[in-house]
């Protein structure tokens, strides 16, 4: 079956402008989380979703950070003003729930360059 | 706060050897534990998880991990590699939120397999 997408795969922006990244989840998965992939930091957590709902913002690296997720499917990560320290791989996962008992599912990530 | 630590960066292991990865964690209740991998260019994909229980787990492609409370280590092992099995490593810790949970990552362990 179909798994976690996201687009684009690879993402080159300059210094100031905005990008928006796509996470697709598995149909049915009412849990979506994105982390980061970079460099210095490792791989972070940045925020989660029940449904629509996003309880707890606080992992978002900054106030230019914000993520949506709309019908309980879809989501995106909008990433403002963007900076050189946001270069990173963007990783999306979906969960059939919040619980641990029910496994992440990972995406392939988008890759953004902040040039 | 939660840490997971993985105190080899890189390793080098012949193709048929064994392999063992150290994972070391911080937290201040029964861990959730897991361990992930990841091959270039894509997704992680969940090798194997402990919430409980047997304290010796069993995951997929041949991998098996070892929960031990005393050392807060959580060592994922497998008897003979194979070349397939260069790729990144991640061991994660999973913190029940009020609401939600999040997963804490390793820095990774890249490993690679000489013929």
């Known amino acids: 079956g179909a798994g976690v997408s996201q687009s684009p795969s690879n993402k080159v922006t300059e210094k100031g402008k905005d990008v928006e990244l796509r996470c697709d989840p598995i149909?049915?998965?009412?849990?979506l989380y994105w982390y980061r992939q970079s460099l210095g930091q490792g791989l972070e957590f940045l925020i989660y979703?029940?449904?629509?709902?996003?309880?707890?913002k606080s992992g978002l690296p900054s106030d230019r950070f914000s993520a949506e997720r709309t019908g309980g499917s879809v989501s995106t990560l909008t990433i403002q003003r963007t900076q050189q320290e946001d270069s990173a791989v963007y990783l999306c996962?979906?969960?059939?729930?919040?619980?641990?008992?029910?496994?992440?599912?990972f995406g392939p990530g988008t890759r953004l360059t902040v040039t | 706060a939660q840490s997971v630590t993985q105190p080899d960066i890189h390793i080098t292991v012949s193709e048929g050897a064994s392999l063992e990865l150290r994972c070391n964690y911080s937290?201040?209740?029964?861990?959730?534990l897991f361990w992930y991998v990841q091959s270039p260019g894509q997704g992680l994909q969940l090798l194997l998880k402990?919430?409980?229980?047997?304290?010796l787990v069993q995951g997929i492609k041949g991998f098996e991990a070892e929960f031990k409370r005393s050392q807060s280590s959580f060592n994922l092992r497998k008897p003979s590699v194979h070349w397939s099995d260069a790729a990144e490593y991640f061991c994660?810790?999973?913190?029940?939120?009020?609401?939600?949970?999040?997963?804490?990552f390793g820095g990774g362990t890249r490993v690679l397999v000489k013929p």
């Open positions: 996962a979906s969960s059939p729930s919040l619980h641990f008992n029910h496994e992440q599912y």
């Open positions: 149909s049915g998965h009412t849990a």
């Open positions: 979703f029940q449904g629509n709902s996003a309880p707890d």
């Open positions: 937290y201040g209740a029964t861990p959730y």
């Open positions: 402990y919430f409980s229980g047997d304290t």
């Open positions: 994660a810790v999973g913190m029940i939120k009020a609401a939600g949970n999040k997963l804490t």
